[in-house]
């Protein structure tokens, strides 16, 4: 397909756009010590712009001290400047155009506050430090403009200091900048002049806005919502950006939404808004194929489409869909373990991405080896997946020996549950992807000390997974008791009354796949109901488990099954008094005892014989789909 409409180019001001695709703003952690970019974050873009991305925005930058938390960039002297000049240059030389968001984050970045920070609020600001904090803008919009920048964005949006004064449930000011909407806008409406005073007549200014300011006790009304972008193109603003979201409700997974929430989730609410506006719109909201994305340009209900996630996961995305290789794209599943979990995560250097391990590693590229080496793969699951396609791009000889009838391993069986089928679909794409590019595999051939003789290779790379252990759980043998496994294998299909024991990452998708499917369903976990899914994710159980009339019960440890019960006891917190309890039902599901696969024969059987050996995903220990791909991403890296 052709994509006319998404491929048109685009004018704003004296910006020309190639096409109407966006890189929004995200925060990626490669900022270094607050005031230098690196090469990593500078081919982080070159990348993006290289495939053919019409305009970069880097990720919001401190325009002063207070709120400038350790992961962000600044901009508010010449070092920043200087820095932030070798990025544009090399954006432009690659053939990109970049544009920066100018940001003050409220109380939004306290988590990640130092020393040198100050909270600044609407209700702990002076007057005359918000004439200070308007002046910053003024100032940062002038600095990037120095810094080579083609495009400023004022992030007004996702409770940061903006929105704090735009929304009525943040902001409790009287005097001249609170209560009326006239007031609460003043603030912005300043910033906006300011902004807009220190850039060049021919320099587009987007700014970043809410479509919907909810699930607050009170929020903007979309009257409101309309009248400020209005009024704010009035003062020399361009291009709306309309996102979704806030850190004060669960609207907070509208800003990085999860695989709960479908594809295109946001388009309708942001053509509300762009029906009662006069300037363009750029829409966002998990759009992450170019069908969708030319629909969205095609029909007048976007005017530039911001595709983030889904450049994450494949820097290459604009290129394979313009050349009409859509097969080709590494797509985003939503999972958010790498994008998001990161950002929140103060021992991760900067973001990742499940289906992508080498994002923010861009520039370390895939260097061809001098000395080919034949690489036995044992396990086609995600880490052994990985490692064989590193290992071939690099010019090694992997090849996969897989104990199963099929490749992706326990990726495959994540995308039965309800609401993943991306993750079925992204399963189907890497065993695929194995094929295209020649890797030699064999299936049904679990690697023993005898295939390793047999084969003779110069590495093994031991990718054998997890497996169930049943838990030391007394009638857990007894009739109508099953494994996760089976149940996600199609193998059983409990229904009636059935009782979910351990509602963790697995066991919270098991109990909604049968509540999907009928079952009444009590899911028992002696922590927490969720505990090892991310934060978005625990934010979505309350309302699903509500929908499907799934019963939790956290702190429940089984003590033994009998047929048609669980015994089960709870410990209180506070008085550690333990009281005990059965629950009837018709079935059991298990889901937990996943441990390590035992590989320590062959790692024995190699270092006798002076093979070099490496054990790597839930071979190692057993976790989570975003560190099996790291770790095989790493293993191919190794290699000389």
Not at 173 to 192: A, K, Q
Not at 313 to 341: F, M, S
Not at 534 to 546: D, G, H, Y
Request: charged share 25%; aromatic share 8%.
């Amino acid at each position: 397909m052709g994509y006319e409409a998404l491929f048109s180019p685009f004018k704003v001001r004296g910006l020309e756009l190639k096409n109407r695709i966006i890189l929004p703003g995200m925060n990626t952690k490669m900022t270094k010590n607050k005031h230098d970019v690196g090469d990593d974050m500078i081919a982080y873009h070159v990348a993006r712009a290289k495939a053919g991305c019409a305009l970069n925005i880097f990720e919001c930058v401190a325009l002063c001290p207070a709120p400038h938390a350790y992961m962000y960039m600044g901009l508010y002297n010449d070092h920043h400047v200087r820095q932030l000049r070798r990025l544009t240059d090399a954006v432009h030389e690659a053939g990109g155009k970049m544009g920066i968001q100018l940001w003050h984050g409220g109380f939004s970045p306290q988590l990640f506050f130092d020393e040198t920070n100050t909270l600044e609020t609407p209700d702990t600001l002076s007057a005359g430090r918000i004439h200070e904090i308007v002046e910053e803008f003024g100032r940062g919009a002038r600095l990037a403009v120095q810094a080579g920048f083609d495009a400023v964005e004022f992030h007004a949006a996702h409770s940061y200091l903006p929105h704090e004064f735009l929304s009525p449930g943040m902001n409790r000011r009287t005097d001249e900048y609170g209560g009326s909407f006239e007031n609460r806008c003043r603030f912005c409406f300043e910033v906006i002049s300011a902004v807009r005073s220190n850039i060049p007549e021919d320099m587009p200014f987007f700014m970043r806005v809410g479509c919907i300011d909810e699930l607050m006790e009170q929020n903007m009304t979309e009257e409101e919502i309309v009248e400020f972008i209005n009024r704010s193109a009035d003062l020399g603003v361009d291009v709306a950006d309309i996102s979704r979201g806030n850190a004060m409700s669960f609207a907070t997974v509208y800003e990085v939404p999860p695989f709960n929430l479908p594809h295109g989730f946001n388009i309708e609410n942001i053509y509300n808004i762009k029906k009662q506006i006069k300037i363009p719109v750029v829409g966002v909201g998990r759009i992450n194929t170019g069908e969708m994305a030319n629909q969205v340009i095609e029909d007048g209900k976007f005017d530039l489409v911001a595709i983030g996630r889904a450049q994450l996961a494949d820097p290459e995305w604009v290129t394979k869909v313009r050349e009409g290789r859509e097969e080709l794209i590494r797509h985003c599943i939503g999972c958010d373990q790498g994008c998001y979990d990161a950002v929140i995560d103060p021992k991760m250097k900067h973001i990742t991405c499940t289906r992508n391990p080498m994002l923010c590693l861009e520039y370390k590229g895939l260097p061809k080896t001098a000395a080919p080496e034949k690489v036995m793969i044992a396990g086609g699951g995600m880490a052994g997946l990985f490692a064989a396609e590193v290992l071939k791009k690099r010019g090694h000889e992997p090849v996969i020996f897989e104990a199963s009838d099929r490749l992706a391993g326990q990726f495959t069986l994540a995308g039965v549950s309800p609401m993943k089928q991306d993750w079925a679909a992204a399963a189907k794409w890497e065993a695929e992807e194995i094929g295209r590019l020649g890797i030699e595999f064999h299936l049904n051939t679990p690697v023993t000390p005898k295939l390793i003789e047999q084969f003779a290779p110069d590495r093994v790379i031991i990718a054998t997974g997890s497996e169930y252990t049943a838990p030391a759980i007394p009638g857990i043998d007894g009739p109508n008791v099953y494994t996760q496994y089976e149940v996600l294998r199609g193998e059983a299909s409990p229904a009636g009354h059935v009782a979910v024991i351990g509602c963790g990452l697995v066991g919270a998708e098991v109990a909604e796949l049968l509540a999907s499917r009928g079952a009444q369903v009590t899911a028992l976990e002696k922590k927490g109901v969720g505990t090892g899914l991310n934060m978005l994710r625990r934010m979505f159980l309350n309302p699903e488990f509500k929908y499907y009339k799934i019963a939790k019960m956290s702190g429940a440890l089984v003590t033994s099954l009998e047929p048609g019960m669980v015994n089960y006891e709870i410990t209180d917190r506070k008085t550690k008094e333990v009281s005990r309890g059965t629950l009837k039902c018709d079935a059991a599901v298990i889901c937990t005892g996943i441990t390590a696969r035992p590989c320590g024969e062959l790692k024995e059987t190699c270092e006798a014989a002076g093979i070099p050996v490496q054990v790597i995903g839930d071979a190692l220990a057993a976790r989570d789909a975003r560190t099996a791909s790291r770790e095989g991403y790493e293993a191919g890296m190794a290699l000389q």
